[in-house]
């Protein structure tokens, strides 16, 4: 269900809220069902972003998408996504119009198999596949996001798409992570040596062999089977690399200053001197900064900070009926500075 809180206009909202991907995914599967002999109710049917997910967000999202509430102002930047992957699309269209073929653009590859007595149809859609083999992923994003480079999961869905040309009978000479980075300044790359020259990059993604694709195809096939039927709280929970933990910290940093000197993870110890231990480190650590400072300049304080599960806060739409993400949300309500405001600063 969606809402439109901020009133965009309706054109706005409808491009936001449509689910043309799902829909047309539905409909290509209902073609591969029926020209494989297949019934598209009784077959389980993976598509490979489904199966890089997590199990218990997939199974979350697919048993609440009629009770998941959003509104349109938060997914903004699907205007961007959809309009640059359909410009492209069309563009490889025109180009085969005018002679130039070869490039293929955001084709639904099927193939199936059986497992454990089930159906399993697995499916994926490259956004473009080139004369001489190449796959190209599009990906648009925040420059900060080209800093952390290929993501695991984008490596994943790429090499799912390997193996499904591979079946086919074609080899990929390799596959390219294309970054558009939607707010790339031309004022920053002319000052800044390490901030990126254009406003489209292309970065190589490691290319499997098909053993290690195969092995990973039939892991994530059998993992998701296993809890299509498990009650929510049993699903298994989410890994921190799942969630893109970020643990709780101290930082010191300098008053009326937003960058911190040092920050004391609770990664960076053992589990037994976590706690208590992070705010002293970093106390000590300010106090020795503030001795060695010279008259008028501005103490050393430190500050907590939360740990953060970021996508589970902000790109997991099931995490209202998430047990795991509840357990969490209230344990970190209970830890927050007794002031109330997070992240506030302490004096050491």
């Not at 300044?185 to 970065?203: F, L, N, V, W």
């Not at 009650?231 to 989410?238: G, I, R, Y």
């Amino acid at each position: 269900m969606w809402t439109n809180v901020f009133k965009l206009p309706e054109p706005f909202a409808h491009l936001i809220s449509e689910d043309l991907y799902h829909e047309e995914r539905k409909k290509q599967l209902a073609q591969y069902c029926q020209a494989n002999g297949l019934n598209p109710e009784a077959v389980l049917h993976y598509s490979a972003s489904d199966l890089i997910k997590p199990p218990r967000m997939r199974c979350l999202l697919r048993r609440y998408a009629d009770k998941i509430v959003e509104d349109v102002s938060t997914h903004i930047y699907r205007i961007l996504g959809t309009a640059i992957h359909t410009a492209l699309k069309l563009s490889a269209q025109r180009m085969e119009e005018k002679g130039i073929k070869g490039y293929i653009p955001e084709e639904r590859i099927f193939t199936h198999f059986q497992m454990d007595g089930r159906t399993i149809v697995i499916s994926g859609e490259p956004d473009l596949i080139t004369p001489d083999g190449w796959i190209h992923d599009y990906k648009v994003t925040a420059v900060y996001g080209l800093k952390h480079g290929v993501k695991s999961e984008w490596e994943q869905a790429t090499n799912i798409y390997v193996w499904l040309r591979g079946l086919q009978g074609f080899p990929t000479k390799g596959i390219l992570i294309t970054f558009i980075l939607r707010d790339w300044s031309k004022r920053e790359a002319r000052i800044m040596h390490d901030y990126p020259q254009a406003a489209g990059q292309t970065m190589e993604c490691r290319l499997w062999t098909t053993e290690q694709q195969l092995a990973f195809i039939k892991e994530r096939t059998k993992l998701h089977m296993e809890n299509e039927q498990v009650f929510d709280d049993e699903l298994p929970e989410c890994s921190a690399v799942e969630m893109w933990e970020k643990p709780a910290a101290w930082a010191v940093i300098r008053e009326d200053s937003a960058r911190a000197v040092k920050v004391y993870r609770m990664d960076n110890f053992p589990p037994e001197t976590m706690g208590d231990t992070l705010h002293l480190a970093a106390s000590a650590d300010a106090e020795l900064r503030n001795k060695k400072l010279k008259k008028g300049e501005k103490p050393y304080l430190v500050e907590h900070r939360l740990g953060e599960r970021t996508r589970c806060q902000d790109y997991c739409s099931a995490k209202q009926f998430c047990s795991q993400y509840k357990e969490f949300a209230s344990a970190a309500f209970q830890s927050a500075p007794k002031d109330g405001l997070e992240g506030a600063h302490h004096e050491a």
